[in-house]
């Protein structure tokens, strides 16, 4: 499955590039209670995790692992939580970037079939976005639908930032 979480504290973060959408950090370390560390390489955070995210951030964190190859992206932090906040992502980077290789394959389709280098990884990007539904593992692992701890209480009104 290419969904996981782990639960520690980020002890440190790589250099990132950034846009109006996405972070993408070189390497996120994460070091748990025992004092073992795991460190996840080219790591995308959208606007809505991180908001909740930093340095020194301790809690469980969400992963989605996109791809296994020397792209620019491998793995994408969806899912925050801790005893203050729960944060789920609303961007799936696994399905847009399916619909961007399916699109680009369609079009390229008729150079003597080089579209089928971008259409077959789409359409496999999209079903693995389709099999792990990752709001059913969020919520799973929060008790909401199952099995164990508790969501956060909601922000105090005075707490919540107005724009």
């Not at 959408?21 to 994460?30: G, K, P, S």
């Not at 964190?61 to 791809?67: K, Q, T």
């Not at 929060?142 to 005075?158: F, I, N, Y």
Request: charged fraction near 20%; glycine fraction near 12%.
């Amino acid at each position: 499955m290419n969904l996981f979480e782990l639960t520690g504290t980020v002890t440190a973060l790589g250099q990132s590039a950034f846009d109006n959408d996405v972070a993408v950090y070189a390497y996120l370390e994460v070091t748990d209670r025992d004092g073992g560390r795991t460190m996840i390489e080219k790591v995308a955070v959208c606007n809505d995790v991180a908001a909740a995210f930093g340095l020194g951030c301790s809690g469980t964190f969400y992963i989605d692992r996109l791809f296994s190859g020397a792209s620019a992206i491998r793995c994408q932090l969806f899912g925050l939580r801790n005893d203050r906040i729960a944060v789920l992502d609303r961007v799936d980077l696994r399905e847009k970037t399916g619909l961007v290789k399916v699109g680009l394959g369609i079009l390229t389709l008729p150079i003597i079939g080089l579209g089928l280098l971008l259409l077959l990884p789409g359409i496999h990007l999209l079903w693995l976005s389709a099999r792990h539904d990752r709001r059913k593992f969020f919520y799973a692992a929060s008790g909401v639908h199952g099995t164990s701890g508790a969501m956060p209480p909601p922000l105090p009104v005075a707490e919540v930032a107005r724009i």
